[in-house]
């Protein structure tokens, strides 16, 4: 018995590699934010979004069902219809489409709430933060359903975004700052200074941070001392986004000039430019294991790229290209071996799955 489950679960992973390497995915949108949808993060059990209508929900995974909403009191009276253009996808087009719905669950009465656009967020097995256009982030417990346990305050400006590991939480503004805060405690260890204009992104790797900003600037920091250790710049506009190599080696920032740059983090140089967006490159997401790179972008497509080779559509580079799979800008994305989910400007969340329909694919999530 054992050994059919090894020979079914491989025969899937091998069907849901297959349709990544044709382009053959479903697409499921989850409607429920009455506003923009800015951030996103998911595993197999949970989908949690972040919205412009001051609001977090968590989804269910599988049933795409609205679990719970974390909002503002009286949130149901300030929100808004979401126009949506009707738009056809093109470049790679889904075999199937899905609306899903659900009953809208009850805003709770929370302690503390965020009052402007909620950001950005990130979460692990323990704590969700999520940063907001209040200049705040408040952080919740997971364990504890969701229920807040502090709020971050320092920052002068909206909080762009956000990332945590085991002892720190790390949070970049449009104030030009980045603040290490103890992720037990909220109790401010360090700002670092240095970026010239908003720093829209930041992601850690044990000891080291990589950050990216609007003026052009992506940078490496030490976290024990503060210091930035190595500079990296694009040509001409500012940087929206980061992504940092496991290995440390590498960082991927994409921006305004439409480009994703390739940064080799020991001599500081581009090892590649990625061309094939038309406006801003607004997220990035790494999948090493699958050496794919994931790009969202204001000019309404995602595209997915190999991380060894190629630089655009004509050498390989780009191996992917869903354009109008949203009817406005793509805010941000992030993927597992079978999914994409991304946030957008129309007030949806969208599941690009290529695991959708395959018998047994329920195994790969065992």
Same mark, same amino acid.
């Given at each position: 018995?054992? &050994?059919?489950?090894?020979?079914?679960?491989?025969?899937?992973?091998?069907?849901?590699?297959?349709? =990544?390497?044709?382009? $053959?995915?479903?697409?499921?949108?989850?409607?429920?934010?009455?506003?923009?949808?800015?951030?996103?993060?998911?595993?197999?059990?949970?989908?949690?979004?972040g919205s412009r209508d001051k609001t977090?929900?968590? =989804?269910?995974?599988?049933?795409?069902?609205?679990?719970?909403?974390?909002?503002?009191? /009286?949130?149901?009276?300030?929100?808004?219809?979401? $126009?949506?253009?009707?738009?056809?996808?093109? %470049?790679?087009?889904?075999?199937?489409?899905?609306?899903?719905?659900?009953? #809208?669950?009850?805003?709770?009465?929370?302690?503390? =709430?965020?009052?402007?656009?909620?950001?950005?967020?990130?979460?692990?097995? #323990?704590?969700?933060?999520?940063?907001s256009s209040d200049f705040t982030c408040?952080? =919740?417990?997971?364990?504890?359903?969701?229920?807040?346990?502090?709020?971050?305050?320092?920052?002068?400006?909206?909080?762009?975004?956000?990332?945590?590991?085991?002892?720190?939480?790390?949070?970049?503004?449009?104030?030009?700052?980045?603040?290490?805060?103890?992720?037990?405690?909220?109790?401010?260890?360090?700002?670092?200074?240095?970026?010239?204009?908003?720093?829209?992104?930041?992601? !850690?790797?044990?000891?080291?941070?990589?950050?990216?900003?609007?003026?052009?600037?992506?940078?490496?920091?030490?976290?024990?001392? %503060?210091?930035?250790?190595?500079?990296?710049?694009?040509?001409?506009?500012?940087?929206?986004?980061?992504?940092?190599?496991?290995? %440390?080696?590498?960082?991927?920032?994409?921006?305004?000039?439409?480009?994703?740059? $390739?940064?080799?983090?020991? /001599? %500081? /140089?581009?090892?590649?430019?990625?061309? &094939?967006?038309?406006?801003?490159?607004?997220?990035?997401?790494?999948?090493?294991?699958?050496?794919?790179?994931?790009?969202?972008?204001?000019?309404?497509?995602?595209?997915?790229?190999?991380?060894?080779?190629?630089?655009?559509q004509e050498d390989g580079g780009m191996?992917?290209?869903?354009?109008?799979?949203?009817?406005?800008?793509?805010?941000?994305?992030?993927?597992?071996?079978?999914?994409?989910?991304?946030?957008?400007?129309? &007030?949806?969340?969208?599941?690009?799955?290529?695991?959708?329909?395959?018998?047994?694919?329920?195994? !790969? #999530?065992?």
């Open positions: 018995m054992a &050994g059919q489950d090894w020979r079914k679960l491989y025969a899937v992973r091998k069907s849901i590699d297959r349709r =990544w390497a044709n382009g $053959e995915a479903a697409a499921i949108y989850l409607n429920g934010h009455k506003d923009s949808v800015y951030c996103v993060q998911f595993d197999e059990d949970k989908i949690i979004t977090i929900r968590v =989804w269910d995974a599988r049933t795409y069902q609205c679990l719970k909403k974390l909002a503002p009191p /009286n949130n149901e009276r300030e929100q808004r219809h979401v $126009e949506r253009p009707d738009v056809e996808p093109s %470049g790679m087009v889904p075999f199937f489409k899905m609306d899903a719905s659900s009953m #809208e669950p009850r805003s709770r009465q929370l302690p503390m =709430w965020h009052h402007a656009s909620v950001l950005c967020l990130q979460y692990d097995s #323990e704590i969700l933060v999520t940063g408040i952080v =919740w417990s997971i364990k504890n359903d969701y229920e807040p346990m502090f709020r971050l305050t320092g920052h002068r400006a909206g909080v762009l975004d956000v990332c945590i590991d085991s002892t720190r939480i790390i949070t970049c503004s449009k104030d030009s700052t980045i603040k290490i805060w103890n992720r037990f405690t909220g109790s401010l260890i360090k700002t670092l200074t240095g970026h010239r204009g908003p720093v829209n992104a930041v992601q !850690v790797r044990g000891n080291l941070l990589a950050s990216a900003s609007g003026d052009t600037m992506a940078k490496l920091w030490r976290l024990d001392t %503060g210091m930035c250790i190595k500079e990296f710049r694009s040509k001409e506009r500012g940087l929206a986004c980061v992504e940092f190599s496991e290995d %440390g080696r590498t960082i991927f920032a994409g921006g305004n000039d439409h480009v994703i740059y $390739e940064y080799d983090t020991t /001599n %500081g /140089n581009v090892r590649r430019e990625l061309h &094939g967006h038309k406006e801003l490159v607004r997220s990035l997401h790494l999948d090493t294991a699958h050496e794919r790179l994931i790009s969202g972008s204001y000019d309404h497509s995602l595209k997915v790229w190999d991380t060894k080779t190629g630089t655009s191996k992917l290209n869903l354009e109008g799979w949203t009817s406005s800008w793509m805010l941000a994305a992030k993927s597992s071996y079978r999914k994409i989910a991304c946030a957008s400007q129309d &007030g949806r969340v969208v599941i690009v799955d290529f695991g959708f329909g395959i018998s047994g694919v329920d195994l !790969v #999530e065992a």
